[in-house]
């Protein structure tokens, strides 16, 4: 009885441990424009596994604040939002290409099809206990870089 027990408890913590951090499938889904035209901003998420619940609230906070602030420029390709997976192989380009050590909340800039520069919102993990005050700083971001499309 005992290591019916035991065996089971290991079973639950081990289905436990293997679930933890791991996303739903739902939340690698993009919300990106296929006709991004030649003058716009994107905006990429960058994750990995395992996440935290920290980084799920940045990817939740940014996904519904842009779907949302933005839905005008987002269908007009004016705008794009990604969340990329940088941990997969196919992605670990975008580790040296925009200098990844964590997830990521970026701007780019494209200016004739071409990324001409882009910023990291580091200030986004500082600002997750506060909706409205990560909502303002995002918008102020993503504002600046819309300027001169």
């Not at 913590?13 to 499938?25: F, H, M, T, V, Y």
């Not at 939002?81 to 990844?100: M, R, T």
């Not at 004739?112 to 580091?122: C, T």
């Amino acid at each position: 009885m005992k290591k019916t027990i035991l065996s089971l408890l290991i079973v639950i913590s081990i289905a436990l441990i293997s679930s933890c951090g791991k996303s739903q499938e739902s939340s690698n889904q993009t919300a990106q424009t296929p006709n991004l035209k030649p003058n716009a901003v994107k905006v990429i998420y960058f994750m990995s596994e395992p996440r935290c619940p920290t980084c799920q609230k940045i990817e939740m906070f940014s996904k519904e604040i842009i779907q949302s602030k933005y839905k005008d420029k987002l269908s007009a390709g004016d705008m794009s939002f990604e969340i990329i997976d940088y941990g997969k192989p196919e992605n670990k380009h975008f580790e040296e290409q925009y200098s990844l050590y964590t997830k990521s909340l970026l701007i780019i800039k494209v200016r004739d099809g071409q990324e001409k520069r882009f910023k990291n919102l580091e200030k986004v993990w500082e600002l997750t206990d506060n909706k409205e005050e990560f909502a303002k700083y995002i918008q102020s971001e993503i504002d600046n870089y819309l300027k001169g499309m």
